[in-house]
């Protein structure tokens, strides 16, 4: 079962895009490009250390399709992410040659796909993106959906585009060579799916932890397509985030805070919006929306995977609502949260004042 391709549809008319998931699916890359008909001129952005593990077979299978293959290297980590090496992604581009029928793979993990995926859509006004994500963070979330971004000093993402693939390729063999760190991270991600919509998934991860953590190949590919399924569904329906799609900042607001308040260098992605989603379901609990009980559930989970849900000394609570006031969801001083109401189901809440949050914030649990 684990070993077959599965294959799910972001709808979104002209624009729909198939998600290809399963082990080996990178083999038969170069035939689904060839057949969405680009020019010859493919650049692969991706970083040193993924391209070591898998910029050969790609490559192999473009060049096997036809295709003429340049790669482009960005540094490894979040604090690259900015319009620095957009620039320098992009005058690559140009001194490659890509036309407005040539298309961009990103290869890599969430900044790989975020970075190049916002140079494509500026290119010439926007040319083709592919992503073919190779960790499970980038896997479950941020290569689906079309959300594209660089950081700056106000905060994450805060320069970007909505811009959807046209392809996605999830080979799940490549979380073979993924750091630990980063798995558990992903798995962060996953939770969070669990928390909004889908309570039988949440159960899942809790009794197949071990399987997911020792990287089961059937165990992975569940979570994974169960998380695709999701996002396909909520994108689908809302593609710009004018509702339903804010369900998927679950744990973002406050993640989003910490990654600002450390500058991007002291947690992954992932490890912030872990602490991000227990922090808002402490607020959620205080304001009397949460049981005790499916907080507590939600506490385990996080925990059970290695991951934080509290932060160390020395970081200001204060400094991380300054952070969450800028947030790009934030509106008219309005800080906006996703608080869980039970497990798989959550409520959009908004304008709750910076005292009440920097209590409970401050409150030991």
């Known amino acids: 079962m684990s070993g077959l391709i599965d294959n799910l549809t ?131 979330d941020s290569s689906v959906g079309g959300k594209t971004g660089v950081n700056n000093p106000f905060g994450k993402n805060m320069i970007g585009t909505f811009y959807q693939p046209r392809f996605v390729c999830i080979d799940i063999d490549t979380l073979k060579t993924l750091p630990e760190r980063e798995l558990r991270a992903g798995i962060a991600e996953v939770i969070k799916y669990g928390i909004i919509r889908d309570a039988a998934l949440f159960a899942f991860l809790k009794d197949n932890r071990q399987k997911i953590l020792s990287r089961d190949s059937a165990a992975l590919k569940h979570i994974i397509h169960t998380s695709c399924r999701i996002k396909a569904e909520v994108v689908s329906k809302d593609e710009r985030e004018s509702g339903l799609r804010e369900i998927l900042n679950c744990g973002h607001t406050a993640g989003h805070a910490l990654e600002t308040v450390t500058q991007y260098t002291q947690y992954l992605h992932g490890e912030a919006v872990a602490w991000g989603m227990y922090a808002e379901a402490r607020i959620a609990a205080a304001l009397g929306l949460l049981p005790a009980a499916a907080l507590k559930e939600i506490r385990d989970l996080i925990e059970g995977y290695g991951l934080p849900t509290s932060i160390p000394k020395g970081i200001a609570i204060g400094s991380l609502v300054e952070a969450m006031i800028y947030d790009k969801k934030t509106v008219a001083g309005a800080i906006k949260f996703v608080l869980p109401t039970e497990i798989g189901k959550v409520k959009i809440i908004k304008g709750i004042e910076k005292e009440f949050i920097l209590s409970v914030l401050k409150s030991e649990t």
Not at 31 to 44: A, C, D, P
Not at 102 to 109: C, H, I, M
Request: glycine fraction near 12%.
């Open 10 to 140: 972001v709808n979104l008319g002209e624009r729909s895009y198939e998600i290809s998931i399963g082990a080996g699916a990178i083999d038969s890359l170069g035939e689904k490009l060839s057949s969405l008909g680009f020019n010859k001129k493919i650049v692969i952005v991706s970083n040193e250390t993924v391209f070591k593990h898998y910029g050969a077979c790609v490559s192999q299978s473009l060049n096997k399709a036809g295709f003429e293959v340049f790669p482009i290297f960005i540094p490894d980590g979040e604090a690259y992410k900015d319009m620095r090496y957009v620039e320098s992604v992009l005058n690559e581009m140009f001194t490659v040659g890509l036309d407005r029928k040539s298309a961009v793979v990103a290869l890599g993990g969430g900044v790989v796909g975020d970075l190049a995926g916002f140079a494509a859509s500026i290119y010439m006004r926007g040319i083709a993106l592919v992503q073919v994500p190779t960790t499970l963070l980038s896997q479950v």
